[in-house]
């Protein structure tokens, strides 16, 4: 406490990956002075963006949902918790009881944020047991998770390039320094490029779009869109061909399939690839050679390289880089960072797991494969429009905004009003949420604790860092958590009004049981009403958190590690502990059957023939379409903050100015944009930062659709770019949706 009766706060900011610890001034009144970078966190060090001060805006915004709203007469009123679950429960129990996978949920990407719902988000989704679970996943990284589970075993084995200690370092279809890094928790990446470059290390950045972080790179290359795969397969050629794959002994000892890669690689000469990539083959095989000739190099793709039609052989080429080049699993190179909870790859015995499963059951209607018990969220509306046994009759969603967020929006918004029931958890009534039948509110990210349970998965560095609620939670705005198990009690047939309390103990007990099933647990001698009691009095996240960081790898064991990690550890640091860089973890961390890293799984190779038939199309004259993040968005939303969107429109159409000349397009003029599935009118803004054939639409505006309660982001110009994005055009392995290089049509918006 300061003084003047002042104190201040430390907290983890939860908007994105980058995990930065913030400092917060706050008055005698609670009121929030100021919001900056903590300079003692263990892992930002004071770095912050705009965002993260933009909490402030977001705790006090009165548009955020503070009642539960039901929808009366065709009108969202005010409720009570009780009405709100009452009428859940009439309305859900039915359709239920006659079909589970009637009942469809969407999670949203905050659910990545916020450890409640990382933890009770699954209760929710077992108790409803339907097929018809759908996450931004399938927007998103899924093909990353999905090649890193077929090589190394989980889907959350992913590696990471050990960014500070790198000499080289090859990044494709990522923009950090707009987005502050992604399946790479790395608070600061300017500071961190910069460091790169100035011990003399080199920087490569791929991208149809000269990008903030192409701006600070050696060399950027543009690259057509969606054709990675074929640049890093032909990077493998020269590897090959040139005698400069060179795994190593221990590498080449833990790999199984490298033969087979060097056949496969065989079809794809920097010669064959150069035309469909617009990528000089000279310039692939220099490329190839200083990723080789590197002492230290990483290759790093994000979503450029998912959000593809080729997003899963992509992401798996990357990884093929890393280890044909020697660098996986090696320090400077790409490695698998040791979370302190939660990390799949820690638990049981090392280097041998089930490997992964997909396709335990397919769509209704496309017939697209389950992976990691979800389906591709680009068939949600198929699955809600089309009639018989299995149709999607009602949705969940949490904390997303689907409307905006996936493909065919324009279809997805109209099927949501052929729904007989939509529940959404969610801070804001947005474009998807005003379809709801009842919207439950969420706290503000101050009033709740936070744990990066997933980002430190991925992060540059081991660490670990719990922050209490900053502001005393209000028991009308209950942490989700508990609306969360009251869901899955009204899912599990107990009514409107399950035993909270009851439910979370069974929780907390079904995972120290699963933790005293797990071979070589440190507590595999305890029982669990021992471990139980333990845990005492906590409850809700903090006892499940508590349980999986004394178990996890550098937990205290519950005594039989002195000095072991448990949350009370992590209570007693506010600035975060460092658990120090990244260490080499293979063949442990291996959970393929077989024990080895599988570097040409199946599925792959089955998909390589794909690839090879996208070489017979040659240079290609179509105009297709990207999209750009920029550092004051968070996808959809935050557009209701006016701190975040003062200033020039930014929801801009980039065209390089030959495509400019070619359709006769004016700066600052409307121009139509047509896609298979919808039109839209953009702002043009002639700029070479994009690559000609190729023009560039920001995700995640459109905030003009009647019945939202977003007084500012209403008012803010442009349209919705998923309009235009084809919910049939999908990586076909993973399911991912394209939501790079839809093909478009172009023309004046007065034609
Ligand atoms: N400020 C801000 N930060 C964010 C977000 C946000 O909306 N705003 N969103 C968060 C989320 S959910 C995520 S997943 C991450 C994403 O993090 P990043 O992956 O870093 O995201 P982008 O900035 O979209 O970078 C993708 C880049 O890929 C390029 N690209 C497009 N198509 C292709 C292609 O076919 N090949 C190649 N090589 N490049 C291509 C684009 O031009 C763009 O520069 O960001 C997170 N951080
Ligand atoms: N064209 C195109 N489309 C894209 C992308 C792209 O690059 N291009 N990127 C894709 C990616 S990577 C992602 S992750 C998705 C994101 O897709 P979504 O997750 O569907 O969308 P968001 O915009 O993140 O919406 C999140 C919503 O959650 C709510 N929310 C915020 N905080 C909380 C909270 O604490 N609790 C609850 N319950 N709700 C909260 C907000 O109201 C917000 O509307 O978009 C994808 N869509
Ligand atoms: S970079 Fe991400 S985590 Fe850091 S302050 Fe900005 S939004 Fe928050
Ligand atoms: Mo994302």
Redesign the pocket.
Known sequence: MLTNGHRTAYRTCP????TCGLELELDAKDRVLSIRGDKADVFSRGFI?P?GSALKALHEDPDRVSTPLIRDKGELRPASWDEAFKLIDRRLSPILAQDRNAVAVYLG?PN?HNLSNLLYGRVLTRALSSHNVYS?SSV??IPKQMASALMFGTGTTVAVPDVDRTDHLLI????????????MTAPDMRGRLRALRARGGKLVV????R?R??EEADEHHF??????AQ?LFAIAHVLFEEDLADPGPRLTEMTAGLELLRELAAGFSPELVSEVCEIAAEEIRRMARELAGAPRAAVY????????EFGTL?SWLVDVLNLLTGNLDRAGGAMFPLGAAGHSNAAGPPGRGRGARFGRFSSRVRGLDELFGELPVACLSEEIQTPGVGQVRALITIGGNPVISTPNSDRLDAALDELELMVSLDVYVNETTRHADVILPAPSPLRRSHYDLVLYLFAVRNVAHYSPPVLEPQAELPDEWVTLLRLAGVAAGMGPDADVAALDAGVARALIERELATPGSPVAARSADELLGELEPRVGPERLLDLLLRTGPYGDGFGAQQDGLSLAALEAAPHGIDLGPLQPRLPDALRTAGGRIELVPEPIVADVARLRASLQRGAVDELVL???????????WMHNLPVLVKGKPRCTLHVHPKDAQRYRLTDGEPARLRSRTGTVLAQVEITEL?MPG?V?L???WGHDADGTVQSVASDQPGPNSNVLADELLIDALSGNAV???IPVELSPAAA
Not at 15 to 18: F, I, K, P, R, S
Not at 172 to 183: H, I, K, M, R, T
Not at 206 to 209: K, L, M, T, V
Not at 301 to 308: E, M, V, Y
Request: glycine fraction near 12%; proline fraction near 6%; include cysteine.
């Open positions: 908007l994105c990956e980058a963006c965002k990407n990545a931004a998103d990284q494709l279809g990522a923009n950090p320094l707009a987005s502050n890094g992604s399946l791929i991208d149809p779009r990008s972080t192409a690259i057509r869109p969606g054709t990675d640049l793709g994000r979503i450029g390289t998912c959000t593809q992509a990207i999209g750009r993040r920029q550092l004051r968005s968070n996808n959809s994009v190729v560039s920001p995700h995640g939501l790079n290089g």
